[in-house]
């Protein structure tokens, strides 16, 4: 619960309303009533401001003659998330450690942690302060988990991972498996070629539920600070994605591969190995990347990957081809009539 008078400090807004009246949660505009805060970021919405029953409704401009108490924030929905934050975060309490946890010769814990039952951590391994794991989460041998991580049910953390603080992993997520590598023998049987770097996640870094990292060859397989994943993402071997990238679900990263900086990568990406993109680059969803992007490109079509406003243009024309083909066949017949000469067309009916 917050007055607005607060929560406009927290969100950095600037208030038109009541300072002391109060909000409860956060809630969607169709949805918000009595004891709301919600936000109005599309023109549709913002025409429909006094048919909310909300409490606040957070705004990018004041509008005239409206009912509810406005927020004004710069960039609404973001003000919108950390009013989320503000008013539906839940303190943490250390629940302690599970009777049953299995633990390794060697293992040192922090404080205030709460560990579930039937987590498994192997030997060697650092577990920080306010760490949560929860129900069938495994850890094995020389491993490290920062402060304040959340490690969700069956995630499975191979050895000798680094994970730093504030992470979260969802559950069903995989950190250090192998990377994919064989050699055919003399024979063509395939010989595996072993991997024997490892997985370094930074700070703030957050994986969705059922993931693949695995591990490098010879080098790390990093995620560096801010590094947001969706559901389903495989990164492959000695893969690095820089700071604040976000990569939405079933995209692949073949390994090798690098990202840059706060770059957006949309669904079902997949990416050659041994490729670059540069900082701020912008995929769109299904792309094939089979060559490096430079530093703030925007990539579409499929495969490949190309230039998104190039690749628009020439599907509007793709889309036109069977009537520019029957236009020029068209203009054949009347060249002929006028007793000209031209070569013959692909497709042409003569």
């Not at 929560?7 to 505009?29: K, M, N, T, W, Y």
């Not at 503000?86 to 049953?100: K, M, R, W």
């Not at 000695?238 to 976000?246: K, S, Y």
């Not at 079933?250 to 900082?279: E, L």
Request: net charge neutral; aromatic share 4%.
């Amino acid at each position: 619960m917050q007055t607005l008078a607060q929560l406009a400090q927290i969100i950095q807004a600037e208030l038109i309303g009541d300072p002391r009246a109060v909000v409860r949660r956060a809630q969607s505009f169709e949805q918000a009533g009595v004891g709301d805060v919600t936000f109005a970021a599309g023109a549709a919405y913002r025409a429909r401001i006094n048919e909310s029953r909300a409490t606040a409704i957070i705004v990018a401009a004041a509008i005239d003659d409206a009912t509810p108490n406005l927020l004004i924030a710069e960039n609404p929905k973001l003000a919108f998330a950390r009013a989320i934050q503000a008013l539906h975060t839940v303190a943490y309490q250390p629940l302690g450690i599970s009777a049953d946890l299995a633990v390794g010769e060697g293992t040192t814990f922090g404080e205030a942690l709460s560990v579930h039952p039937r987590v498994t951590i192997g030997k060697h391994c650092r577990i920080g302060n306010r760490v949560t794991l929860h129900p069938g989460v495994v850890i094995a041998d020389e491993c490290q988990i920062g402060d304040d991580t959340v490690i969700y049910a069956n995630v499975a953390i191979y050895e000798r991972t680094a994970i730093g603080n504030r992470v979260i992993i969802h559950a069903g997520a995989v950190i250090g498996a192998d990377g994919f590598g064989f050699v055919p023998d003399e024979a063509g049987r395939q010989v595996k070629l072993l991997q024997l770097g490892r997985v370094r996640i930074e700070d703030d870094c957050e994986i969705g539920a059922n993931c693949a990292i695995d591990r490098g060859g010879f080098e790390d397989t990093v995620l560096r600070r801010g590094v947001k994943l969706d559901n389903l993402i495989q990164v492959g071997h000695n893969c690095e994605l820089g700071e604040d990238t976000v990569v939405a679900a079933q995209t692949g990263f073949s390994g090798g591969t690098k990202v840059g900086r706060g770059c957006v990568i949309a669904g079902q990406v997949g990416t050659q190995s041994h490729i670059t993109i540069g900082d701020r680059a912008i995929i769109m969803g299904q792309a094939g990347v089979t060559k490096s992007v430079r530093a703030g490109a925007v990539m579409g079509g499929t495969m490949p990957a190309q230039d998104y406003n190039a690749w628009r243009r020439r599907h509007a024309l793709y889309s036109r081809l069977p009537e520019l083909a029957d236009r020029v066949k068209q203009l054949e017949k009347i060249i002929r009539a006028a007793g000209l000469i031209i070569s013959e067309s692909p497709g042409s009916d003569g």
